[in-house]
């Protein structure tokens, strides 16, 4: 950090650096026009974060950050709860929301298998989902994991913990996007779309 900066103004780049895809430059433009701004858009930022942590909550069926327990969508009784979506963060629980063709509930396991990282079944919420399925009426588990080396581990021992369970498993299904020419698309992405294959009679 460049020693002629106030060290308010140091420490708050230092902070925003840690934040995911923020590089020092972005953090120095971020904590630059909060500076700019009036005093009270900072307050309500601070304020902002500081209830975070006091104001959210995971919820106890799905793991899900809330605000109540259970969450709004494993309260709606509009949601199947017989279909259980299995995502690594809240992050793709949002995306599959944003879709707007998934009527289930979800389970949320806060992370990938990454051993290296020091991430094993035991910090991800695994046997959570196994009780449930267990204790509960779910009639499938689709794995929403992603296609990285990590969420394909996780799918793996998801089939695996899930086998001997009378549940049907079904994975996220991986291809080609809606727009791409095949000529462009790479080997892996062909080939997960040429096992991904369905009928269409």
Same mark, same amino acid.
């Given at each position: 950090?460049e020693?002629?900066l106030?060290p ?20 120095t ?14 307050a309500?930022? /601070?304020?902002?974060i500081?209830?975070?942590h006091?104001?959210i ?5 799905c793991?899900?950050?809330s605000?109540?327990d259970?969450? /709004? ?9 017989a ?6 963060g ?9 879709a ?9 396991l806060h992370g ?14 695994i ?5 449930r399925?267990?204790?509960g009426?779910?009639?499938?588990v ?13 799918? /793996?021992l998801?089939c ?9 498993v079904?994975?996220?299904a ?5 727009g791409?020419?095949i000529?462009y698309a ?9 096992e991904s ?5």
């Amino acid at each position: 950090m460049e020693p002629f900066l106030p060290p308010a103004l140091a420490s708050l780049i230092a902070e925003l650096r840690r934040l995911p895809g923020i590089g020092v430059k972005t953090a120095t433009r971020l904590a630059l026009h909060l500076l700019r701004r009036p005093r009270q858009e900072a307050a309500r930022l /601070a304020a902002a974060i500081g209830g975070l942590h006091a104001g959210i909550r995971l919820c106890s069926i799905c793991f899900a950050f809330s605000d109540d327990d259970p969450c /709004a969508l494993c309260a709606d009784p509009r949601r199947d709860p017989a279909l259980v979506c299995v995502v690594e963060g809240m992050a793709d629980m949002l995306a599959i929301e944003k879709a707007g063709v998934f009527c289930g509930r979800y389970h949320v396991l806060h992370g990938a298998l990454a051993p290296l990282d020091g991430i094993g079944p035991d910090e991800l919420n695994i046997s959570a989902l196994v009780q449930r399925v267990r204790e509960g009426d779910v009639r499938e588990v689709l794995i929403a994991t992603s296609s990285t080396a990590p969420g394909e581990a996780t799918a /793996a021992l998801l089939c695996q913990q899930l086998a001997e369970l009378p549940v049907t498993v079904t994975r996220l299904a991986h291809g080609i996007p809606m727009g791409m020419d095949i000529q462009y698309a790479d080997e892996m992405t062909l080939a997960a779309a040429i096992e991904s294959r369905r009928s269409v009679r």
